[in-house]
């Protein structure tokens, strides 16, 4: 259905997740009358279910948010200033460095908090709420009453309606296993973490052993307990690993995996990962699963031939690596509204599908590449190995490869390891040649000297 009058103009969004309810917010607060549909009330979006990720997001992301006049939660979540990163493999302590982002900090913000905070502002600005599950039937209606429908049902839901698209899809199964869990206990000074970088714990840290996967720490804030800390681990098909990451059952069974992680593993951060705790208070404070990295088309149809609108996890589904998923979803939401405020015709299959193709090609397809970068696909190995050498060599590097995960542009035109030596020579002004020629392989790790007496949670 189409009509031109902006006054009257309708709005649907199929799911309360952050992706659809920023979209919503943005909709209503440019002029549309919006109904968002969910299949879970607001309570139990809030207390039933675990957060869908990490969703650890940076400037652009926070901009995309800012530009829609919603909170960024700079002033509420713990704050991250830089990412440290060691990369072990055949039994050696390779690399080891510390970036620090370049002009934007990190933070990650539960997402139940978030959808459930901004559902609250829609509803109370006027929205619609209705708590349905909507299926394929039941959407044609939907789409026929209103003039544009965003479908944001996360990587399940109605994500069928949608084509996958083959061209850029490259990978047919998850290349990685995945668990998380949120808990309490560090803090962020600097004696936390203080083996990784004299930032402490305003950095996230990063871990790579090369046969068996990658796990992550960073400052969180979880809806119930505040400030915390989120771990995040990465399991390659095959591995002890994804064994271990497999028999997590409760927060309480992925926390203990997590620690015997470290020390079996990662013994490097091992004292930090003792003091933390579980939060009690959130039985869904863990999740376990893995995610098939899927382009899919921006336009699909309903049975009467409704053009509806692919968004967030929906359209573009990232394995979480380099934190390409919720940042990607506010953009384009952000992206969407925009452009819809600004259109004055029928919002069909043509404008849908140019919307869906500017943004892929500002932002997703790139994020993709980063996400395949950090995920050591063969394809971008010796890329990898190019960037990660110099990033140990050369802090200016180090700084520039971490902010690829908020402005995963940079890495567009990099394609040859020639490109990438000219990528490090224009960050660090000099040749790649002498950048890579100081690289020294780590050796020995530095070990946490960290005791909870030094700090407070
Ligand atoms: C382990 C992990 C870590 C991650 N870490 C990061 C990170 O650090 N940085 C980052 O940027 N991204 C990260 N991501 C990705 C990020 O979490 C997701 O991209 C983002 O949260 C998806 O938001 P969404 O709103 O698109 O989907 P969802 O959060 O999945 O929301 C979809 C909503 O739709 C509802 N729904 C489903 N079907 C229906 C239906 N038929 N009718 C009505 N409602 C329906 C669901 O109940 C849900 O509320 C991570 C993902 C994972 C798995």
Redesign the pocket.
């Known amino acids: 259905m189409t009509t031109s009058n902006t006054s009257t103009r309708k709005a649907a969004v ?7 309810i920023t979209a919503a917010l943005g909709l209503l607060d440019a002029g549309f009358v919006v109904t968002v ?4 009330d607001q309570r139990a ?1 809030r207390d039933s279910v675990p957060a ?6 940076f400037g652009e ?1 926070q901009a995309a948010e800012e530009a829609l006049g919603l909170p960024t939660y700079l002033d509420r979540a713990p704050l991250h200033s830089g990412l440290t990163v060691r990369v072990a493999g055949g039994g050696e302590e390779l690399i080891d460095f510390d970036g620090a982002f370049d002009g934007f900090h990190g933070l ?1 913000v539960d ?1 139940r908090l978030k ?1 459930d905070e901004r559902l609250t502002t829609f509803l109370e600005r006027g929205g619609r709420f209705v708590v ?4 394929p039937e039941r959407l044609d209606p939907i789409a026929a009453d209103n003039d544009l429908t965003l479908v ?7 994500s069928g309606l949608f084509e996958i698209d083959e061209t850029r899809t490259v990978y047919d199964a998850p290349q990685r296993s ?1 668990l ?1 869990v949120t808990v309490t206990g560090l803090g962020y000074d600097e004696s936390v973490f203080a083996h990784r970088s004299p930032a402490g714990g305003g950095r996230s840290g990063f871990s790579i052993v090369a046969e068996q996967g990658e796990g992550w720490w960073g400052p969180y804030l979880h809806k119930d307990a505040g400030p915390s800390w989120a771990f ?1 681990g990465w399991a390659r098909p095959g591995s002890d690993w994804e064994k271990r990451f497999a028999a997590a059952d409760s927060a309480e069974s992925a926390h203990r995996i997590v620690t015997d992680l470290y020390r079996d593993y990662l013994d490097w951060d091992l004292p930090e990962v003792l003091a933390t705790e579980v939060i009690a208070e959130d039985p869904h404070s863990w ?1 376990k ?1 893995a ?1 098939r990295p899927v382009f899919r088309r921006g336009a699909g149809h309903t049975a009467g031939g409704h053009p509806v609108a692919a ?4 359209a573009v589904a ?1 394995d ?1 690596i380099a ?7 506010l953009i384009q939401a952000q992206r969407l509204v925009t452009a819809a405020a600004a259109h004055e015709g029928p919002f069909d299959t043509a404008w849908i599908t140019a919307q869906y193709e500017a943004f892929l090609e500002f932002r997703a397809e790139d994020a993709a590449k980063v996400t395949r970068l950090f995920l050591s696909d063969p394809e971008f190995a010796e890329i990898g190995n190019q960037f990660f050498a110099a990033a140990a060599a050369d802090p200016r590097f180090a700084s520039a490869l971490v902010s690829t995960l908020h402005r995963p542009q940079a890495a567009h035109s990099v394609n040859s390891v020639a490109d990438a030596h000219e990528l490090i020579a224009a960050v660090t002004g000099e040749d790649a040649a002498t950048v890579l020629g100081r690289f020294r392989p780590a050796g020995r790790f530095s070990r946490s000297q960290y005791s909870t007496a030094a700090t407070t949670a």
Do not use: C, F, K
């Open positions: 199929i799911g309360a997740g952050q992706a659809g549909y969910s299949e879970r979006l869908t990720g990490t969703a650890l997001i992301a990650a997402t959808a349905d599950t909507v299926t944001a049902t996360g990587r399940g839901g109605l995945l998380t995040l999740l699963g995610v968004l967030g996890d929906t990232y979480p934190g390409q998923g919720a940042q990607s979803g």
